[in-house]
């Protein structure tokens, strides 16, 4: 029978707040320790020019607010559904010094409480396959971020092929849940693999993009496919 409760739909934010004290544990034991040098390289995806306000949607416990945080005079506006996983980010950007860096707000990527290009950039590790409606929020991205800022998002993906793509595939559908389940005693890991399993592949996401007002660069694999930037900009005005 499933731990979680009929109301908590699967990558909500309540769901994140069953497993949010494991969280950072889970992600180093199940990447190998790999996550944070993906997350440099989003951040390195944005340009990064010293005074910019980004936006980090699905912040998480901040991993990857607190990298572009870390860019002179860059001030990050750090958003998730989760208020647990909210917590653990007020006390880690504590710890790095940041407070007056990094601000955290409870809320929805697909209704973004900004107004028109707020924001120079905007970042998302490992969140939009629970976006219910990712369309909407691609759209919100390219409205609260200025004509040709940097936008770069972060996703788990199925290696599809290649030497490695069959034990990959073995790994992520089912070694991830079955070690995730074990550590946390939560079955939500389940839906980390089908979640996976259920996302677009690379090209198909980068032409969502497109038609969601976004100009993509080609997807860049990470880790023989494991992982994959998908990075691009708001078109400039006309």
């Known amino acids: 029978m499933s731990s979680e409760a009929p ?12 497993i949010a004290g ?21 951040a390195a995806a944005l340009g990064r020019p010293p005074g910019q306000r ?52 409870l809320g929805d990527a697909q209704a973004l409480p900004f107004g028109l290009g ?3 950039g905007a970042c998302m590790a490992f969140g939009i396959r629970n976006v219910p409606d990712r369309a909407m929020a691609l759209r ?20 599809s092929s290649g030497f490695l793509g069959s034990p990959g595939r073995f790994y992520v559908r089912t070694l991830v849940p079955r070690v995730g389940a074990l550590l946390s005693g939560a079955r939500e890991y389940r839906y980390l693999q089908e979640s996976i399993a ?11 993009m497109a038609q969601s007002g976004l100009e993509p660069d080609p997807p860049e694999p990470l880790t023989f496919g494991a992982c994959c930037l998908f990075a691009g900009r708001v078109p400039p005005s006309s």
């Open 7 to 18: 109301d908590v739909r699967p990558g909500s934010g309540e769901m994140f707040d069953r």
């Open 22 to 42: 494991r969280y950072d544990l889970l992600n180093r034991i199940l990447s190998l320790g790999i996550d944070q040098r993906w997350r440099r390289r989003a």
């Open 54 to 105: 980004i936006l980090d949607l699905a912040t998480g416990t901040g991993d990857l607010a607190i990298e572009v945080a870390r860019t002179p005079s860059t001030m990050v506006v750090g958003l998730d559904p989760s208020s647990r996983m909210l917590d653990l980010a007020k006390a880690k950007i504590a710890r790095a010094g940041l407070t007056d860096r990094i601000a955290l707000m």
């Open 118 to 120: 707020e924001f120079d």
């Open 140 to 159: 919100e991205i390219a409205r609260v971020v200025k004509p040709g800022g940097r936008v770069a998002i972060l996703e788990l993906t199925e290696p």
């Open 198 to 208: 259920r996302f677009p592949s690379p090209a198909d996401f980068a032409r969502l």
